[in-house]
């Protein structure tokens, strides 16, 4: 088992008769032991009667490679004395590390920077000064390579703080944290994906290295965030042969599409429908070119058909803006009286391109 600073170690030794296989102890007879390091000893080692060990407990207080003896004698019944050596590695403590970002599958537009944070905790003892550095696979499918800080280096460079970059609050004792955080720019190929992750080190010699979870990054040529201000349309009770009957939202300029400040590109909004059925699924149903939309005022007279395929709604609209719908539904004679319900879609995608 692993074995940190000031965790109790028990030593075991087997004193035993070759030809009988019985343990040697009894009046006269012992095992000792002695330590490279402070206190070193002999000790008196104590026979247990259950596992027929002799057994010695001890911890230490600092991280090393720590060399031991055992004699055991027990010359005064006839038997040969026997030493053993044997070693210990004592960990100093250990690095708990994290990636808090980015999240895996992230997608992040060229030439623009996402936020990698690190986070580390000291474990069980003292762990020395500790660094960190972020990397990506470069030629092997997990993270090899540290990211570049020289700015315009593909496929990353990052903006800010130094990589390798050192714990704010050197030296780390045990139960203390560090965070983190670098600025990095994605200047890679448009469509190309790598694994991000972070190396924690410490200059503590017998204290492992740690490596935090590998997440990937997606370089794309835009991020698209949009928002749906409401979640349904609920025309109400209508009459057959109704016509321009308009959504109870349209007076309050309700059906708002927000294209958020993040979107890192102008966006075309396309629009589409289903029909609306009834709730028994049986043949009565009103067709998607019932429902009539307008982008631009609330006019029944100039709005648009909904239809199966997409169609476009708005093109070219900037991030941080907001696009307000207006609906209305035709009833058609020669419906029964129920519940009816569609679906409508809305699809943001970046200019120029098609759902």
Do not use: H
């Not at 043949?283 to 006019?299: H, L, P, R």
């Amino acid at each position: 088992r692993t074995v940190y600073v000031n965790e109790n170690v028990t030593f075991f030794a087997n004193y035993t008769n070759l030809t009988s296989g019985e343990p040697i102890n009894g009046s006269g007879v012992y095992c000792e032991i002695s330590f490279n390091v402070s206190p070193y000893g002999p000790f008196n080692m104590t026979f247990n009667s259950s596992s027929l060990l002799y057994e010695y407990n001890r911890s230490f207080s600092l991280g090393g490679f720590y060399s031991w003896n055992v004699t055991c004698n027990g010359s005064v019944q006839g038997y040969e004395p026997l030493s053993a050596n044997d070693s210990i590695t004592i960990k100093q403590g250990y690095l708990e590390v994290m990636l808090v970002e980015p999240v895996d599958q992230k997608n992040v537009a060229q030439n623009t920077t996402f936020l990698v944070n690190v986070t580390v905790y000291c474990k069980k003892g003292y762990c020395g000064n500790v660094t960190g550095r972020i990397r990506y696979n470069s030629t092997s499918s997990n993270p090899d390579t540290d990211i570049s800080t020289t700015e315009g280096d593909t496929p990353f460079y990052i903006t800010d703080n130094p990589n390798p970059q050192n714990c704010s609050g050197n030296p780390l004792d045990k139960d203390e944290y560090c965070e983190l955080v670098w600025n990095v720019n994605a200047t890679g190929t448009i469509g190309s994906s790598y694994k991000i992750g972070a190396l924690l080190e410490s200059n503590m010699s017998y204290l492992d290295d740690n490596t935090t979870d590998n997440n990937t990054i997606q370089i794309v040529s835009c991020i698209l965030d949009i928002t749906l201000q409401w979640d349904s349309i609920d025309f109400g009770n209508l009459q057959p042969g109704t016509t321009n009957n308009s959504a109870p939202g349209n007076v309050n300029d309700n059906y708002n599409i927000t294209v958020e400040s993040v979107t890192t590109c102008n966006v075309d909004l396309y629009i589409k429908g289903t029909d609306l059925n009834r709730s028994l699924n049986d043949n009565y149903y009103i067709q998607v070119g019932n429902i009539t939309w307008n982008n631009a005022t609330n006019e029944y007279s100039s709005g648009y058909r909904l239809g199966y395929s997409w169609n476009l709604l708005k093109e070219a609209v900037s991030p941080s803006t907001n696009v307000t719908m207006y609906y209305w539904i035709d009833i058609p004679f020669g419906i029964t009286a129920d519940n009816y319900t569609g679906t409508l879609y809305i699809e943001g995608v970046e200019s120029g391109e098609e759902p």
